[in-house]
């Protein structure tokens, strides 16, 4: 297993105890990270889509003696990034027969759309959306991969190609009058391959006193999203800081420059692929050493 | 620049002090003043390029923490203004994602440190609306939880009177102000045990329930505000010194505010009365009777006016929560959720009481077991992602919360009011004097804790 799946799992997998704390770290692997954040700088784009090698290959040919499941409703997907538990990983050893866990995957986010019946207040919402979208010569399905409904919150997965025309119909209908654009916000999911980042853009009508969320996604190897400060003003930071922690690039912007992280630092921090900690900091010619080189007092 | 670019030379006699003295670089000199030396910058600047680009900040006492303005001057007039941020950015968002949700709280509420209790209270929202268990918190831990906030309020509101009071040379609203301050944090000293960085409300309610003898010095601290909040408006209000200061400085119209996206007083002084606790409430509050102050001068005086009546509205609602506190619990029933121990002092200081600690040693192996899994590992949130805004004292505080279905958050991001608020300067402050700056960027309230988390 290479060292970025091992991060990714680490990440990933709740209950491990490994993942916890970095500082709980086996020293092997340890040794190995810093080995490899020598080798390969945060800049490079890790692609986690080729994870699955002979580890996955070798859990699948052992799933195929198990029992087949028990009938019932169909199950969701097995979730992309977590199989077995308790670091019942490749060569661990571990004999405790826990290592089949499957964890299913649940998230809204890469399900299918939210059918209807939704909340009256939705249901209204979502009406007066294809209304205007009618208005300016388009549908529901021009413009949105999936429309979801979740915890009384509504997010219109929009297509990529299409946000800033939503974006313009949104503020401007009279029956969405979205005035204010709150902000935009990234989400990587590295297992989802082709549709890696997300980004995430509240809205906020205050004439009708009501909220949607505008979700966009990109691969990876292709970090474009149109932008939207033509739009809404406000995002201009907002944008910035998304580009700053993720590198989505947001096409049309005025200045897009990092706002957070200094303006020569290498990668983009919140990327799942990046790790915590570690990183060598430099500061007036002086090197401040990634946590696990320093030196111990024991 | 890289640096051949750079040719240096010092300045005047002070040919051994490498930080003072003129740059040539391809912008044009760049000087670095260090004190007693204006004359030779001001002679050399007169005598080549008119347009001067002066760095006020990061760590001018003037710009609330390490703000960076960057002002470009004709003669006293701000002809442009940027800011610049980051200074202080701590990666508290990528730092949650490797703990659980519990401790989440703890990152959260380091912040935005003027108003702690609104950042643990968007946050646990967040989660707690993942969870669904909104409606389940008991009645007592949300009346503490608004008694808590409307607090916070109350000292965010009162630095941001002082510092700003400060800034333009009254310096008695600001040792009034940290005094007042003061007494606010010795309340949540007596009720979190700490003055700030509480992480006092959890996922599921607040740590602990009030300790004996709260609700009395809670009652005793209104009566002190009610005595002394009259002060900052007889000193203030009608004083000329302090509306020639304020008054039409650092204007921002409604459709400004809009197009920046700008909430909290800011907008309110346009005279918009958008308040999340009345539109989109939260916490219980449509149950609270309380008003929302506005003024529609949508200037820097008419912010310091609505700061003023929102502290008051607050001693209101603080006096309502105490008038509603029953006896009950403060957590979640749910076992999986709820923190294990409930936490007690005893000899050696603050740790589980010892009935707890009885009970899972001595009794219950399976209680045990319960609270090791809980305290260590946390209980997991179901996938999803959720959006929380709340009326925080600069504007809407959001979290969007994002579960993966972990025992941790899969991201967390704050949209915080001062980030977003902080867009609004170069609005505010181009083509205005430069002391206006300091007036304007105090109006705004940025706190830059929040700012860059």
Known sequence: MSDDEKRTEAADSAGDAQGMTSGSQHPDDVAEAAETRAETSPTEDQKPAEAPTEETAAAEAEEESLPAEPEGPALPPEHPSRRGMFGAYDGSGDTSGYGRLVVRDTNPVRGASTPRPWPDELEKLGDDVTAALQEAGSTDADVFEKVLVDRGQITFFVKREKLAEVARTFRDDPLLRFEMCMGVNGVHYPEETGRELHAVVQLLSITHNRRVNLEVTCPDDDPHIPSIVHTYPSANWHERETYDFFGILFDGHPALTRIQMPDDWPGHPQRKDYPLGGIPVEYKGATIAPPDERRAYN | ?453
């Open chain 2, 1 to 453: 620049m890289s640096q051949q670019d750079v040719t240096f030379t010092p300045a005047g006699d002070d040919t051994d002090d490498p930080y003072a003295g003129v740059r040539e670089t391809t912008e044009g000199p760049v000087y670095t003043v260090t004190g007693q030396d204006w004359d030779d910058v001001i002679g050399a600047a007169a005598a080549g390029e008119e347009r001067i680009v002066v760095n006020m900040g990061p760590q001018h006492p003037s710009t609330h923490g390490v703000l960076r303005l960057i002002l470009e001057l004709d003669g006293e007039n701000v002809t442009e203004a940027r800011c610049g941020i980051g200074y202080l950015h701590t990666g508290i968002e990528k730092n949650m994602e490797y703990r659980t949700w519990t401790q989440g709280v703890t990152f959260v509420t380091r912040m935005d440190y003027l108003s702690p209790f609104f950042n643990e209270a968007a946050y646990v929202l967040g989660v707690e609306k993942l969870l669904g268990i909104t409606d389940d918190i008991p009645e007592r831990a949300n009346v503490i939880r608004v008694m808590m906030m409307e607090l916070n309020r109350i000292s965010s509101h009162l630095v941001c009177i002082a510092t700003g009071g400060m800034e333009m040379g009254a310096l008695t609203m600001m040792t009034n102000g940290f005094r007042e301050r003061e007494r606010t944090l010795d309340l949540f000293e007596l009720i979190t045990g700490l003055r700030m960085n509480s992480a006092y409300i959890r996922p599921g309610g607040v740590a602990q329930d009030l300790p004996p003898g709260a609700v009395e010095s809670v009652r005793e601290y209104l009566r002190w505000m009610w005595d002394h909040i009259g002060s900052y408006e007889a000193f203030a209000n009608e004083n000329p010194v302090f509306k020639g200061r304020t008054v039409d400085v650092g204007y921002l119209d409604l459709a400004g505010c809009m197009a920046l996206g700008i909430t909290g007083p800011v907008l309110r002084s346009t005279g918009l009365p958008w308040d999340l606790r009345k539109s989109q409430p939260y916490c219980g509050y449509e149950t609270y009777d309380f008003e929302v102050p506005t003024r529609d001068t949508a200037d820097s005086y008419g912010r310091f006016r609505i700061r003023i009546d929102e502290m008051k509205e607050s001693l209101k609602i603080v006096e309502q929560c105490l008038d509603r506190l029953e006896p009950g619990p403060v957590m979640v029933g749910d076992k999986k959720i709820a923190w294990p121990a409930q936490l007690a002092i005893g000899s050696d200081g603050m740790g589980n009481s010892l009935d707890h600690i009885r009970h899972i040693m001595g009794e219950s192996m399976e209680a045990l077991i319960h609270h090791f899994k809980l305290v260590t590992e946390g209980f997991r949130v179901p996938a999803g992602e959720v959006y929380m805004p709340i009326e925080s004292p600069r504007g809407e505080l959001g979290a969007h919360v994002v579960s993966d279905g972990g025992t941790r958050p899969w991201r967390v991001h704050f949209r915080d009011p001062s980030f977003n608020n902080l867009q609004a300067v170069p609005a505010m402050c181009e083509g205005s004097m430069v002391a206006d700056v300091i007036v304007s960027v105090a109006s705004l309230d940025p706190v830059m804790g929040g700012c860059d988390r």
